[in-house]
Structures are given as C-alpha cells and as structure tokens.
C-alpha cells in the first residue's frame, strides 16, 4: 500500500495514515473486504512506530472505514457509500462556507471564487 508520509507536516503521523487509508476506501481504490497490510507489516514498511500504526487503524475501525478479526486481521469494512459521501459533503461546505467569508472580507467577487473553484477542480474556462 502506498502511504506517504511527511515529517514537516503538522499533522501528527498516525492520522496522515488514516486519512491516506480512507481517502482510498472512499475512492474504491481499497475494496470492501480487501485485507489491510498488518499492523508490524505498515509501520515497518513505512519506518514508524507500531503503536502510531496502530493507533490509524483503531481511529479507521472507530469511524467504521475497516474491521479487524482477532487472529485473521484488519479488512475494509462494508461501507453506505451514501453516509461517506454525506461526510465529505459536509467537509466541502464548511470549507466552502470558510472561504466565502474569507472573499467577502477580502471583497472578492462570487465570479473570482467562481474562477478559482474551476481552475482549482481541473476545468479552467
């Protein structure tokens, strides 16, 4: 699995892991049912502690991303697609709802924020 991590980040370590982990869950790159690396495996591959591995994976387990089977490991969870979508709507609008308060205070207009939102998304004009 293809995790990066990045020590200048203030971001603590344990969740750039869980956020990589769910960002792929959520993108379908990772399967429902599909076998996480262990636990040693990832913090050995990516050089960190075991207990900060492990600390991603009872975070994911919490937010109901994976489940882990005592002697058998840690599996991507069967998700409602709906409810993470909810999530990550609920995400964009308080950053959106940021950034417009930002624009209105900087007095940029709807059409700037327009403009940026398309380059920004990959489909300038």
């Known amino acids: 699995m293809n ?7 203030g971001t603590p ?8 982990i769910k960002n792929k869950i959520v993108s379908n790159e990772l399967k ?3 076998l996480l690396p262990s636990i040693r495996v990832l913090a050995k591959d990516l050089r960190i502690s075991v ?3 492990k ?10 991303y994976v489940q882990t089977i005592p002697g058998k490991g840690t599996y991507v969870a069967n998700k409602n697609i709906e409810l993470i979508r909810e999530e990550q709507l609920q995400k964009i609008e308080s950053l959106m709802d940021t950034a417009v308060s930002i624009a209105k205070i ?5 059409e700037d924020l327009r403009n940026m939102l398309e380059i ?3 489909e300038e004009k």
Do not use: M, P
Request: glycine share 8%.
């Open 106 to 110: 900087s007095q940029i207009s709807k």
């Open 32 to 34: 429902t049912g599909e």
């Open 55 to 64: 600390n991603a994976y009872e975070e994911l387990e919490k937010e109901g």
């Open 13 to 20: 370590i344990y969740e750039q892991i869980r956020e990589q």
């Open 120 to 122: 920004l998304y990959g």
């Open 3 to 9: 995790i990066i991590i990045s020590n200048s980040s």
């Open 51 to 53: 207990i900060t591995t």
